[in-house]
């Protein structure tokens, strides 16, 4: 029988069971759940020695003892028996991870009969023996056979266990430094996609998954709504689609925001997943306490032990990404500045008065990406608001509006002097929403010169669908403060230009 390579636990119980062939005077032997050698045998038999080596009954060892080793891989107890030359057997079945090993021992004599029963085998084959040294007188009965057989099957239980116990251990530590080393490249990535990328692929890898996926909420000042598939069932998840991303966020939920392990068929066929792609992981991507979304790995059977492990690293992918989310803030808020020193310069140049009202409003409207809104200049004479210039109001409306102060909500922003920002009309206000807006969020602005209201600017639906926040009321209010100072202007302007006419008329 040739024989197989020797893992490293193997080679390890090859100097115990040398110790143990020593001690005993026994042979010993290990083999694999096919029956084949691992290793090599300790204390060898003369007698199984010579019948493998001598004439034609040579093969009997294979298809008799080599049967029995591979039927008791696949028990629990131990197999004892006695071989066709008169030797007694015994044969211990162990486990090493997901292998089955059987170690082989005994290979003496219960008396003198089957002794001398062996000797006219060998020499009836035409082979010869050499009984020298242990071998030749070595009896032990059964009593005796069977504390042998409990102290090896104990000290191999205990090798093979901790053998088990080291390889994990160094797998966990294997893992987790690749882990450390993936969040170290993830510092390096910039763009959501790629982190995400780096992310799914690492705990694939390194977790014995399938296919894992990473999902966003996508709210507003957080991430964007998205999905990152990565893995050999990728297509499935892609079809699965809005009913995976729902139920998966939806379970998130329920679990209080916990890791939920879905083992059941059944759970996993409500995904809209097929039920062989169990078991499904969900771990939550936090940033503090705010969940941001889901990480899934499917066809993952994790340890309890495992979890530490990954928690930490879903728990750095986050951090990473909301550094990167951030950055592009910081990055955006740069670029706007640069946008509001840009309109400031062009609104001091503007000389006509509707021209700069229109250039106020438009630019209002594209910085905060509304739909709608509209800019109402005070009129002093009458004490109303009248609109100069609108975006999504009927003409007619546009033309014939007018407010007084303390009126509706733009009155109220004329008459307060304080902005105002609202992401639900009706529960903020007790207003029912018109039903020609899309959205019930708006923000209105007053216009000041010298601590004097001198018009409204009002904004609503922004293109996202999402509701107005107060960094954009601070990011508009930066050029709401320069537009003012640039209407007064004009208005002076105005009236300086009117007065000199007047005097012009005059002295004419």
Aim: proline fraction near 3%.
């Amino acid at each position: 029988m040739d024989r197989t390579s020797l893992p490293e636990a193997c080679q390890g119980w090859q100097q115990i069971q040398d110790a143990l062939s020593r001690l005993t005077g026994l042979e010993f032997a290990l083999y694999n759940g096919e029956g084949m050698p691992v290793g090599m045998a300790s204390g060898e038999s003369p007698f199984c020695r010579s019948i493998r080596r001598g004439g034609t009954d040579g093969t009997f060892c294979e298809s008799r003892c080599g049967r029995r080793i591979r039927e008791a891989a696949g028990g629990e107890d131990v197999v004892s028996f006695k071989c066709d030359s008169g030797q007694n057997i015994f044969l211990i079945p162990v486990s090493q991870g997901d292998s089955r090993l059987v170690i082989s021992g005994g290979k003496t004599f219960s008396g003198r009969d089957d002794y001398k029963k062996a000797i006219r085998m060998i020499k009836a084959a035409g082979g010869k023996v050499s009984l020298t040294g242990r071998h030749r007188y070595r009896f032990i009965g059964k009593r005796r056979l069977a504390d042998v057989v409990e102290l090896v099957r104990n000290t191999a239980r205990q090798h093979f266990n901790l053998s088990l116990q080291k390889s994990a251990y160094q797998l966990r530590y294997s893992r987790q430094a690749a882990l450390l080393e993936s969040a170290g490249l993830l510092y390096g990535e910039h763009v959501l996609s790629d982190i995400a990328g780096t992310l799914l692929r690492s705990v694939v890898t390194l977790f014995d998954a399938d296919t894992a996926s990473l999902i966003f909420y996508g709210e507003e000042d957080a991430f964007p709504q998205a999905h990152y598939i990565a893995g050999e069932q990728a297509e499935a998840v892609r079809k699965a689609g809005e009913t995976l991303e729902k139920g998966v966020l939806a379970v998130l939920g329920d679990s209080g925001g916990e890791h939920v392990p879905v083992k059941q068929a059944g759970k996993v066929a409500a995904l809209g997943l097929p039920g062989e792609m169990a078991p499904i992981l969900i771990v939550p991507l936090r940033r503090s306490r705010h969940v941001l979304g889901a990480l899934c790995l499917y066809g993952a059977d994790l340890r309890v032990e495992d979890l530490p492990a990954l928690r930490t690293y879903v728990a750095q992918c986050a951090a990473v990404m909301e550094n990167q989310r951030l950055r592009v803030r910081l990055e955006d808020k740069v670029e706007k500045l640069r946008t509001l020193v840009g309109i400031g310069a062009r609104m001091n140049e503007l000389k006509d008065r509707g021209e700069l009202v229109n250039f106020i409003f438009e630019q209002s409207a594209e910085l905060l990406q509304a739909e709608r809104g509209s800019l109402m200049l005070l009129n002093h004479k009458t004490d109303e608001l009248i609109v100069e210039v609108s975006r999504g109001l009927s003409e007619e409306m546009g033309r014939n509006l007018r407010i007084k102060p303390g009126q509706g909500i733009a009155g109220r922003v004329a008459k307060d002097g304080a902005p105002m920002v609202v992401d639900d009309l009706e529960k903020t206000l007790a207003i029912s929403k018109r039903p020609d807006y899309r959205t019930k969020s708006f923000i209105s602005l007053p216009l000041k010169s010298e601590g004097r209201v001198i018009g409204v600017i009002n904004l609503s639906d922004k293109f996202s669908g999402n509701v107005f926040s107060h960094e954009d009321l601070e990011l508009i209010a930066g050029l709401i403060s320069q537009a003012s100072a640039a209407l007064e202007k004009a208005r002076l302007a105005l009236s300086l230009e009117e007065l000199k006419k007047a005097l012009e008329s005059r002295g004419t």
